[in-house]
């Protein structure tokens, strides 16, 4: 056999076994409920596996005890017919954790699907769990910090970017657009309904809608002030936008310049 050839059979037999160990790795460590164990393993993926590509999409607080997390790996695999040419395998795990334990997650592989004469892409779920009282006690937590329930639909988005004047054309994102419609009209309810928002993103563009009315003479109550000071301070980042720039950043040094 083609020596060449051969190199690169044994290339892709080791390339699929290591994605069936990282699969498999991923699953023991979820399966174990150990935050600290996962965090561990995943800040240091990268590193360990140099055919392995891995990052945060978000890890931050959701209350004082319980975060949200999205964390990212895939791998880049050469095709069988056409080595120069490349497969990426992408895989999400959705976390809701405390310090030291899982209380949800969900590990899925993006799939692509024909939908008329478009592909698609969507993300099929392998692995996933739910524990309910730790679940009940994140409920808890959450109505007694923001007086409403957890929306578990806004929980895990990563595609809803804070920020103005965004891209080349210098084009204001939506939730932009929406507070400063609300700014306008000094509509007060409608960002409280953000401040407390389960999505982190829309929780600052309120804070940020909030301080602006603040400063034009509306009041705000000591309740809501004590709302928008814990979102201030929350430890994570947010998906944020400038100019060209999309960037992951943290909270604290996005909402540091509003100060009531």
């Excluded at 009209?185 to 009315?213: C, H, P």
Aim: charged letters at 30%.
């Amino acid at each position: 056999m083609n020596k060449l050839l051969l190199t690169l059979l044994v290339g892709l037999i080791s390339t699929s076994s290591l994605l069936a160990q990282v699969q498999n790795d991923v699953k023991k460590i979820l399966a174990s409920k150990d935050f600290i164990a996962f965090k561990k393993y995943a800040d240091n993926l990268s590193n360990k596996e140099k055919r392995i590509s891995s990052h945060w999409e978000c890890l931050r607080d959701l209350t004082n005890e319980f975060q949200e997390g999205v964390f990212i790996f895939e791998k880049s695999v050469p095709d069988k017919d056409n080595p120069s040419s490349f497969s990426v395998y992408r895989f999400r795990v959705k976390l809701v954790t405390t310090d030291k334990n899982i209380a949800y997650y969900e590990l899925s592989e993006k799939k692509y699907k024909k939908v008329g004469n478009e592909w698609e892409n969507y993300f099929e779920i392998l692995e996933k769990f739910k524990n309910d009282k730790a679940f009940d006690k994140l409920k808890i937590s959450f109505k007694s910090i923001y007086q409403t329930d957890i929306n578990e639909n806004e929980l895990f988005i990563i595609d809803f970017v804070y920020g103005k004047h965004c891209g080349f054309a210098g084009i204001n994102p939506t939730g932009r657009e929406q507070i400063e419609e609300w700014i306008t009209a000094k509509n007060k309810t409608e960002l409280l309904k953000w401040l407390t928002s389960t999505n982190t993103e829309k929780q600052v563009y309120a804070v940020d809608g909030l301080f602006q009315l603040n400063k034009m003479g509306v009041r705000l109550t000591d309740k809501e002030v004590k709302i928008i000071n814990f979102i201030c301070h929350k430890n994570g980042t947010i998906y944020i936008c400038g100019g060209c720039m999309y960037s992951r950043q943290d909270i604290k040094s996005v909402t540091e310049k509003f100060k009531l």
